[in-house]
Nanobody
Framework: QVQLAESGGGLVQAGNSLSLSCQISGHTFRAYAWAWFRQAPGKEREFVAGISRTGLVTHYADSVKGRFGMSKDGVNDIISLSMNRLKVEDTAVYYC???????????????????WGQGTQVIVSS
């Protein structure tokens, strides 16, 4: 059983930056691919960024490409999402997720991921 715990959310003004972290515990960190999803009120959960098991492949949603960066720390078992030039439309609850995927694969579908954190709220004000 993998446990994921997100932190770092909060209220920020548009144009500013915020970093999210996801602490992993309970299983082998390198066995999984990782992703960040988000869900805004009244909307479906959507893919934001993902990183492969090896860490060699990262994918980003078009809406965040060039502004967000995802990384993983294999020493401390932490997945991070740095968010720059935030927009009001980035407001959502952000979730980290773990999936059992092929070595250098990143998937964008919610049902490809089996473990989820509780989420952390990000609010971007205008």
């Amino acid at each position: 059983q993998v446990q994921l715990a997100e932190s770092g959310g909060g209220l920020v003004q548009a144009g500013n930056s915020l970093s999210l972290s996801c602490q992993i515990s309970g299983h082998t960190f390198r066995a999984y691919a990782w992703a960040w999803f988000r869900q805004a009120p009244g909307k479906e959960r959507e893919f934001v960024a993902g990183i492969s098991r090896t860490g060699l492949v990262t994918h980003y949603a078009d809406s965040v490409k060039g502004r967000f960066g995802m990384s993983k720390d294999g020493v401390n078992d932490i997945i991070s999402l740095s968010m720059n030039r935030l927009k009001v439309e980035d407001t959502a609850v952000y979730y980290c997720a773990a999936g059992v995927l092929e070595t250098n694969t990143v998937r964008r579908r919610v049902d490809e991921y089996v473990y989820w954190g509780q989420g952390t709220q990000v609010i971007v004000s205008s």
